[in-house]
């Protein structure tokens, strides 16, 4: 079977069943989602049958992971998500220097071993 090409097309669900997005492409490393186009690693998918399940909720996958811009440069650590009902909207993380910092869903590329951005620092900052 070709790898990804049964988890296209199928829902993405917590543990609880919660629906978070389905899965539009897929390959070795990633499952593309719906969601803002986000590619989540395998790691973080527990089972496929007729859905995808995850290992948990949102805030249980993401927390305390280290985010890195768009140049692999390290940005800080996810300190909670910001959910509407079950939907991820953004990523609060605190830096550095203790200052937290807000990051929209849109401007995340890849969950994986780290939390990687399409934008730089700049952006992130506002300079």
């Known amino acids: 079977m070709v790898p990804g090409l049964r988890e296209v097309g199928k829902a993405v669900v917590d543990p609880n069943g919660v629906e978070l997005g389905y899965v539009q492409e897929a390959d070795e490393q990633y499952l ?3 969601v803002a186009g986000l590619q989540l690693g395998r790691q973080f998918v527990e089972r496929v049958l007729d859905k ?3 290992r948990g909720r949102w805030s249980e996958i993401l ?3 280290n985010i890195v811009d768009n140049t ?3 940005v800080g650590v996810v300190k909670e998500t910001v959910e509407d009902g079950y939907n991820l909207k953004s990523l609060v993380l605190e830096d ?3 200052e937290k910092v807000t990051i929209a869903l849109e401007s995340v ?3 994986d071993n780290w939390i990687e951005l ?3 620092q700049g952006e992130i900052y506002g300079t």
Do not use: L, W
């Open 109 to 111: 590329r890849a969950i």
């Open 52 to 54: 995808v399940f995850v």
């Open 96 to 98: 550095e220097e203790g």
């Open 118 to 120: 399409h934008v730089g």
């Open 32 to 34: 593309k989602m719906s």
């Open 72 to 74: 692999g440069e390290f």
């Open 63 to 65: 927390s305390g992971m």
